[in-house]
């Protein structure tokens, strides 16, 4: 054996035993992590019951713009994602508080991780921009009084 072909088997030998490794430390590591699992409404909101962010918008770019896009025109491809831009559906307050407490249809609702003064504020942003000027603004008791009293709202608990 010339010493070209020990130090290829040598090295072969090497990566073999540092894959094995890599695949125990894994498999320890994924016995030793705690696993939290979110509901199929949650929209990837893993580790937190609620959000920072107080003003509308944060909110929107940080939970809404993920499907309504920045510009709230909406999208469509891996689903359909209504636009929010010059949506006449938005003139009544009561309907887009009622859409971000409690979803609809593919959309989660995210009464469980607002609060009512975050709940306003997200629907005062969406309702004074992206083309839309409904002016009457709703306050964190307008939520608080369409929240159900025996409602349970999703959260990751």
């Known amino acids: 054996m010339n010493s070209s072909s020990t130090s290829s088997h040598g090295l072969a030998g090497t990566r073999r035993l540092l894959q094995r490794l890599a695949i125990g430390l894994l498999a320890i590591t994924a016995v030793s992590i705690p696993v939290r699992t979110g509901h199929a409404d949650s929209a990837g909101v893993v580790g937190a019951n609620n959000f920072a962010a107080k003003d509308g918008k944060t909110l929107y770019a940080t939970i809404c713009q993920?499907?309504?896009?920045?510009?709230?025109?909406?999208?469509?491809?891996?689903?359909?994602?209504?636009?929010?831009?010059?949506?006449?559906?938005?003139?009544?307050?009561?309907?887009?508080?009622?859409?971000?407490?409690?979803?609809?249809?593919?959309?989660?609702?995210?009464?469980?991780?607002?609060?009512?003064?975050?709940?306003?504020?997200?629907?005062?942003?969406?309702?004074?921009?992206?083309?839309?000027?409904?002016?009457?603004?709703?306050?964190?008791?307008?939520?608080?009084?369409?929240?159900?009293?025996?409602a349970i709202y999703s959260t990751l608990d």
């Open 66 to 150: 993920g499907c309504h896009m920045p510009n709230g025109k909406g999208a469509v491809g891996a689903g359909a994602y209504p636009a929010l831009a010059g949506d006449k559906n938005l003139e009544s307050a009561g309907y887009p508080i009622y859409l971000v407490l409690n979803g609809q249809k593919a959309m989660p609702g995210f009464g469980g991780f607002l609060d009512d003064d975050q709940v306003a504020a997200v629907v005062n942003y969406v309702r004074s921009n992206f083309g839309n000027s409904y002016t009457d603004k709703v306050s964190g008791d307008d939520v608080k009084s369409n929240r159900q009293p025996n």
